[in-house]
């Protein structure tokens, strides 16, 4: 059998090492503390739950759905309003993507063809590269460095590179890194796309876990931000609905049109039961975002307290459901090791900075996806180990 030369881009890898190792540990009667997916633990709210859980039983929901209910696209509007102050259209600038992992991997077969460049920040969440992998694009990377706050320096980026360039991929608040982008950076981003006429992707997946009373708000309420591109937003971690795949497409009415257009031959749109729960969520009461953002907040002191005791010293994150530590000095950039010592020695799993990217060498990822008590377990565990000797 032959197959497609783009699956060399990917491979498992380290993460089959780690599942490996987390399958020997279990067997052998542990209990592993798995912090490397961001798989929230985090349910819906009852009234969320009750909504899909009503309209499941309903014989005549399970028909294709085709495109978005006129409920669903009000109701995001409505929530772009009340929550970020950006008046949408309901009809021409959303889109309903089945999860935003499905949507950064289409889109760019919407914009990018083969040998076209796409600018991708560095380290990144892997969807942001592999959908233009399959697009054929070439990628040029944005490294994120931290005495630049972990922002893009548009400044760095090579002018051929620039010029080359149909679509830039950014995504503030930052997954893996956790920085934030002030709005000066927001400016700037905007004038870049428009001196190289450059479609932007703002993945905005994470903007209401947010820390320290700090509020963070949507790339598109700047002026000319919906002239140059379209932002991604996701219901998977603010309202615990990971495993229904709902995510938003919104924005440049042409970019939304082109996903349409491409969906509307790959599948038959969101289950209906699904689309009404995702409007009941962004219309419905939001104190239970607040309480998802506490939840995450605590275990975010918890972990950075309880790692700082162990001489693992690290930046706390401002945002996200994530935490970006460099790996202690003894293991150099290797995070590969270390990652495989800490499942191996104290049955804690984390993902390896590798995995985002060239300048991912060196740190690891935790995600808050544990609660309170694990967490001070997982500590517990790495303190009996010789690894932060």
């Known amino acids: 059998m032959q197959f497609a030369k783009r699956m060399e881009h990917f491979g498992e890898g380290v993460f089959s090492e780690l599942l490996a190792l987390k399958q020997k540990k279990e067997a052998q009667g542990m209990q592993v503390i798995d912090l490397s997916v961001g798989t929230p633990n ?25 495109s978005d209910t006129e409920a669903l696209q009000q109701a995001v509007a409505q929530w772009y309003s009340r929550r970020y102050q950006v008046k949408l259209d309901p009809n021409t ?30 380290p990144c969440y892997p969807a942001f590269s592999c959908g233009p992998m399959l697009a054929g694009a070439k990628l040029c990377w944005m490294p994120l460095k931290k005495e630049n706050n972990y922002l893009i320096d548009f400044d760095a980026i090579p002018e051929a590179d620039a010029k080359a360039a149909k679509l830039m991929v950014v995504s503030y608040p930052n997954n893996p890194t956790t ?112 309480r998802t953002r506490a939840a995450y907040e605590k275990r975010r002191d918890v972990l950075c307290s309880a790692f700082e005791a162990l001489g693992w010293h690290f930046a706390k994150p401002a945002a996200t459901m994530f935490v970006w530590a460099e790996i202690p000095a003894k293991y150099g950039e290797d995070d590969t090791r ?52």
Not at 44 to 52: K, S, T
Not at 110 to 121: E, F, K
Not at 218 to 244: C, H, I
């Open 42 to 66: 985090i349910p819906p709210v009852e009234a969320i739950r009750r909504v899909l859980a009503e309209s499941a039983l309903d014989p005549t929901q399970y028909i294709y759905a085709i």
């Open 179 to 290: 920085a934030l982008a002030p709005d000066w950076f927001y400016e700037k981003l905007i004038a870049f796309a428009k001196k190289y006429d450059i479609i932007v992707l703002h993945d905005n997946a994470y903007s209401e876990l947010v820390f320290d009373g700090v509020h963070c708000g949507s790339f598109l309420r700047f002026p000319g931000a919906a002239d140059v591109g379209v932002e991604f937003n996701s219901l998977s971690k603010t309202y615990g609905m990971a495993g229904a795949r709902v995510g938003f497409c919104v924005g440049n009415a042409q970019i939304v049109k082109m996903l349409k257009t491409l969906k509307s031959n790959l599948d038959y749109g969101m289950f209906l039961p699904v689309q009404k729960a995702a409007a009941a969520a962004i219309t419905g009461d939001q104190s239970c975002v607040e």
């Open 338 to 389: 270390f990652a495989l010592e800490l499942a191996d020695k104290a049955g804690v799993l984390v993902t390896p900075g590798s995995a985002f990217g060239p300048s991912g060498k060196g740190h690891v990822r935790m995600a808050l996806v544990q609660d309170e008590e694990a967490l001070r377990q997982a500590a517990d565990r790495m303190r009996k180990t010789d690894i932060f000797a």
């Open 93 to 122: 600038q959303v889109c309903s993507l089945l999860g935003s992992q499905e949507g950064l991997t289409h889109i760019a077969l919407s914009i990018a063809d083969p040998g076209d460049t796409v600018l991708v920040p560095d």
